[in-house]
Structures are given as structure tokens and as C-alpha cells.
């Protein structure tokens, strides 16, 4: 079946610094999703991904798809108290109108 | 809009007992997925159903789980027995049908948190 790797599973950063999860999946994915969790919330939909090589931003967020269409990245530049949670990208397989499938989460710990 | 309800939001049962956390999904929504989320497997996915139709539950651990959708507004996931190991938080998520190429978000609800002792 479809899998999907995120990595890191858990990052620290300094205020300020720049944060980076990657999403891998071994299927070709039709879109891609991404999802923030706040500590003891639910997962919220950020943004979605459908085109080759697309990249959209959100203010300091910056998604990418990969070229492939298996991979997935975002990026946060100079991050803050705020970003605090756990990071999910979830795919659609290509070719199918089914569920999404997540991957296993960044959750990331920004330090004041 | 209410968002996706769930209830209850906490629960803690003994070993044995019979467990049924409920959702309310979007009005208008067509898809609902029950997910499990823990700490050492993430965010699973249980069961999902489309317009009431169960169409994947092979996420469903074993017979003790059971999930129904009598109507377009309610979702139950049971239960029976339950044991220590089923303790998680367990979301309910809905989504508009599709369009095009694209795939709608899911909304997620605020979950319930299960203890089974």
C-alpha cells in the first residue's frame, strides 16, 4: 500500500531560526495536503498542492512539490512561538479518488 | 458554522466495557473518516464513509471496532470490548465531494480522548 515518510519526527529551533519537514511518499500522489496540529488540538488544513513543481507561500510558510509528484516539503523561515505543533502532509495517490493517506508528523518545538 | 462536533470529548472506561464516541459532521459533507491517533502509531485512519456507505474499513483493528452512519448528520464508532491498548484520541473528519482534479480538505473535529483502564 501507499506509504508516506515525513522527516524529522520531532525538530527544536531557536525564535528566529528556519524550520524544514520533507514528505516523501513511494507512490506517484496527485496532491498533497498539510496539516497543523497545536499541542492537544486537532489537525487544520493549511494547504494544498496539485501541480508539478508547484510552490505556494503563506506568509512565512513556503510549500513545494516535488517535480515527481513523491515528494513534498515546507519550510518556515524565522519561526516563532506561535508555529509550535506537529506538522502532517497527507497524500491522494494518483488515480485514485480515495482518502488521504498522512504521514507520520514533524512535530516541531521552537524555543523563546 | 459548528465545525465537525464530536462527543464526548473525554472518556474513561474500565477494561470490558462498551465504548461509543459520536460525530456530527459538516452539514453538507458527504465524506466522513473516523481516524485513531496515537503516540507510537500517529494518525491512522479507521473507517471512512461516503455519502453514509462504508467504503474502506480495513483500518479498523479488529471485530471489537464497529462503525455506523445511520444518517448524513451522525456517525458512531463502538467499542466492544474495549481494552487498555485502544486508549487514543479518535477524530472524526468530514469533506465536501470532490471537484475536478482537486480533493477538498477534511475538517476535523476536537476529537475524544479514550482511557480504558
Known amino acids: 500500500g501507499q506509504q508516506v515518510m515525513q522527516i524529522p519526527q520531532y525538530q527544536h529551533v531557536q525564535e528566529g531560526e528556519d524550520f524544514t519537514t520533507y514528505c516523501n511518499s513511494s507512490t506517484t500522489l496527485s496532491n498533497i495536503q498539510w496539516y497543523k496540529q497545536r499541542p492537544g488540538g486537532h489537525p487544520v488544513f493549511l494547504i494544498q498542492?496539485?501541480?508539478?513543481?508547484e510552490v505556494k507561500k503563506q506568509k512565512r510558510l513556503t510549500f513545494q512539490f516535488g517535480e515527481a509528484k513523491k515528494n513534498s516539503s515546507l519550510h518556515i523561515t524565522a519561526t516563532q512561538t506561535t508555529d509550535v505543533g506537529t506538522y502532517f502532509c497527507?497524500?491522494?495517490?494518483?488515480?485514485?479518488?480515495?482518502?488521504?493517506?498522512f504521514g507520520s508528523g514533524t512535530q516541531l518545538t521552537v524555543l523563546p | 458554522d459548528a465545525g465537525v462536533i464530536q462527543s464526548p470529548r473525554h472518556e474513561v472506561t474500565e477494561m470490558g466495557q462498551e465504548v461509543t464516541l459520536r460525530c456530527k459532521p459538516i452539514s453538507g459533507h458527504n465524506s466522513l473518516f473516523w481516524y485513531r491517533q496515537t503516540m507510537m502509531r500517529g494518525l491512522e485512519l479507521l473507517i471512512y464513509f461516503n455519502n453514509n456507505v462504508p467504503i474502506d474499513d480495513s483500518g479498523m483493528p479488529e471485530d471489537r471496532f464497529s462503525a455506523k452512519m445511520p444518517n448524513a448528520s451522525f456517525s458512531t464508532l463502538k467499542i466492544q470490548p474495549s481494552e487498555p491498548r485502544d486508549s487514543a484520541v479518535y477524530f472524526c473528519?468530514?469533506?465536501?465531494?470532490?471537484?475536478?482534479?482537486?480533493?477538498?480538505?477534511?475538517?476535523f473535529g476536537p476529537g475524544t480522548r479514550l482511557t480504558v483502564l
Open positions: 498542492l496539485v501541480k508539478s513543481g
Open positions: 473528519a468530514s469533506r465536501a465531494g470532490t471537484s475536478g482534479s482537486s480533493y477538498n480538505e477534511q475538517f
Open positions: 497527507a497524500g491522494l495517490r494518483a488515480g485514485s479518488a480515495r482518502q488521504l493517506t
